[in-house]
Nanobody, 124 residues
Framework: QVQLVESGGGLVQAGGSLRLSCAASGRTFSRYAMAWFRQAPGKDREFVAAINWSGGSTRYADSVSGRFTISRDSAENTVYLQMNSLKPEDTALYYC?????????????????WGQGTQVTVSS
């Protein structure tokens, strides 16, 4: 079992930055592929960014590529999402997800473990 706890959300003006953190429990964190998804009110959950078990491979949604960076610290059992140049359309509840696999995954249905989410609100 893996438990995920997100933090770092908040209210920021357009053009600002935030760094989200996802702390994972469990001794096998280094085996897990990790990802961030987001869900805005009235919309489906959408893929944001993913990182493979080693941190050597990442994938981004087109809407955030060049602005967001996903990374992981296996010593701290934590995955991060650095968000720069934020836009009002980035406003959403951001979720961290995990799966025990060596592959990098971008579909929400492929992930087994989810956090409760952290709210990001970007004002114009």
């Amino acid at each position: 079992q893996v438990q995920l706890v997100e933090s770092g959300g908040g209210l920021v003006q357009a053009g600002g930055s935030l760094r989200l953190s996802c702390a994972a429990s469990g001794r096998t964190f280094s085996r897990y592929a990790m990802a961030w998804f987001r869900q805005a009110p009235g919309k489906d959950r959408e893929f944001v960014a993913a990182i493979n078990w080693s941190g050597g491979s990442t994938r981004y949604a087109d809407s955030v590529s060049g602005r967001f960076t996903i990374s992981r610290d296996s010593a701290e059992n934590t995955v991060y999402l650095q968000m720069n140049s934020l836009k009002p359309e980035d406003t959403a509840l951001y979720y961290c997800a995990a799966k025990d696999t060596k592959f990098i995954l971008v579909r929400s249905r492929e992930y087994d473990y989810w956090g409760q989410g952290t709210q990001v609100t970007v004002s114009s």
